[in-house]
């Protein structure tokens, strides 16, 4: 059975309980206990918390590079750092283990860390495991989730305010002052420069209903504005509006930028005036914007026109809060308002001009049997050529007019027309050669017959003149009868 000896560390957020691992890491937890023990801990910042990570403390400075052994008190500043110990091997592998920090050079002073995340590999065999966390897991996990900056430091101080130990198997050094109470914390030590850990943040205290509104809408503007930096449509989320600027609202469509200019003109010299109208109709909107030469010129006209009678309806006057004017590229963003606008404009004049350079005109499958005059005795595989370079030399010259596109149009259906006849022409000559074939065939079956029927007709007059002869020579042969039998 292993020996845990416990040590109470005291927060600002509450209590962690800390069982230490004496008979594997003596030396470790000797230097932690004894520690504890003269009150080195108290009133230490927990300097650095990474969320799902680790928090680190120890460090009298609070500033992450401070520190020192319980053997430097004993034997001076070269004894400042111990020695860490490997042996046997303790992996991070759950949340709320305690470890001794490595300077960098494998040693230790008195800062050490606990774990708010499990199987922490990259710290295995780096920084010394010498505890668990067994009580106060919740404390840990508010600890985790406090608000830090881009340097893991929280915004508001997290304590350790008192240590207790609990059991100490260790007997204490003999030139170690181990005070009587707890030491009161200077005015320096509690000084970090940031919210105090007894400060209470509450924005509302001591405010108005009001107040607190205006604040919260402040808030909120400044957030729409951080957000409209982002997707580009401000240049720059601290931008304010032109002070020099009314907006008028609320016009009669049939009210003039220079009749409105007249009437405000009265207040000081205008720079411009411009009611904004619809870019496609060009109608107007009712609304319109001033801009005065001096600002004072501006105040005057916003305390003295609001809900005046123009063109037989009350406007409303207010300072412009439109950045319109101000010139930028949107980040992310290649074109301003403007460009876009001219974009709009000539899109049907740059429609014609990419349809007249860009598109092609229709294929047709009748195009392919186009040939020039004066070859239509030729093969039609050699048409087929003569098509190729004719498609050719009509895509090169494409682009043309269309008096020229016409020309061509009517001199293809010219040549279509011949290409027509000729195809005709050749195949009555194809369908005139193959029956000329079939009456050589015929012929030739008949010539063949005849002769086949001479030659048998001459073989039996042959064997009829051979029978004859024979027949005549038997005859011959045979005795004559006698007179006398006659």
């Known amino acids: 059975i292993v020996d845990k000896m416990a040590v109470l ?5 509450g209590d962690l309980v800390v069982d230490l691992y004496t008979e ?23 300097h650095n918390v990474q969320r799902d990570f680790i928090m680190q403390t120890g460090d009298p400075t609070g500033s992450g590079r401070g520190g020192e052994s319980v053997f430097c008190k004993l ?19 759950k949340k709320g283990t305690v470890s001794m920090v490595n300077n960098g050079n494998d040693q230790h002073g008195s800062q050490f860390l606990i774990t708010v995340g499990e199987n922490l590999d990259y710290l295995n065999g780096v920084h010394t495991v010498f505890g668990e966390v067994t009580e106060g897991m919740d404390v840990l996990m508010k600890i985790n989730e406090a608000f830090v900056d881009k340097e893991f430091c929280p915004y508001q101080d997290i304590r350790i305010t008192h240590t207790v130990i609990l059991e100490d198997p260790f007997d204490d050094p003999q030139d170690l002052q181990i005070p009587d109470r707890s030491p009161e914390p200077t005015k320096e030590q509690l000084d970090s420069g940031r919210i105090g850990a007894d400060e209470e943040i ?45 907006f008028v609202c609320k016009l009669n469509p049939v009210t003039t930028d220079e009749d409105l200019e007249i009437i405000f003109s009265r207040f000081g010299s205008i720079r411009s005036c411009e009611i904004i109208r619809d870019w496609k109709t060009g109608e107007s909107l009712c609304y319109a914007f001033i801009e005065f030469e001096k600002q004072e010129d ?52 740059s429609s014609s001009i990419s349809l007249k350079d860009k598109a092609q005109p229709k294929q047709d499958s009748k195009y392919e049997l186009l040939l020039d005059e004066g070859e239509a005795s030729k ?36 040549e279509l027309q011949q290409h027509k006849s000729t195809d005709i022409i050749d195949e009555y000559s194809r369908d005139k050669k193959r029956d000329q074939k079939k009456r050589d065939h015929y012929r030739s079956r008949s010539r063949s017959g005849s002769q086949e029927r001479d030659y048998h007709k001459h073989s039996k007059s042959k064997k009829k003149s051979k029978y004859r002869e024979e027949t005549e020579e038997r005859r011959s042969r045979s005795p004559k009868r006698p007179k006398n039998m006659e």
């Open 298 to 349: 501006c105040e005057k006209a916003y305390f003295k026109m609001d809900n005046v009678l123009i063109d037989d309806r009350r406007i409303h006057v207010d300072f412009s809060q439109s950045v319109a004017k101000v010139q930028w590229k949107g980040k992310g963003g290649k074109y301003t308002k403007e460009d876009f606008k001219e974009y709009e404009k000539n899109l049907g004049k």
């Open 9 to 13: 560390l005291e927060t600002t957020l």
């Open 24 to 46: 594997e890491r003596p030396r470790a937890c000797l230097n932690f206990l004894k520690l504890c023990k003269i009150k080195y801990y108290n009133y230490c910042l927990i």
């Open 75 to 93: 034997y001076g500043d070269q004894a400042r750092y111990f020695e860490a110990e490997n042996v046997p091997r303790i992996k991070h592998k």
């Open 379 to 414: 093969s039609h595989r050699h048409g087929k050529k003569h098509h190729k370079e004719k498609r050719h030399r009509r895509h090169s010259e494409e682009g043309g007019d269309k008096r020229k596109a016409t020309k061509n149009k009517e001199a293809a259906e010219s």
């Open 202 to 246: 509450d924005d509302s205290k001591g405010k108005s209903t009001a107040e607190i509104e205006e604040v919260l809408a402040e808030k909120e503007a400044s957030t729409r504005a951080i957000l409209l930096e982002m997707v580009g449509d401000l240049p720059d989320a601290e931008i304010k509006p032109p002070e020099n600027v009314l």
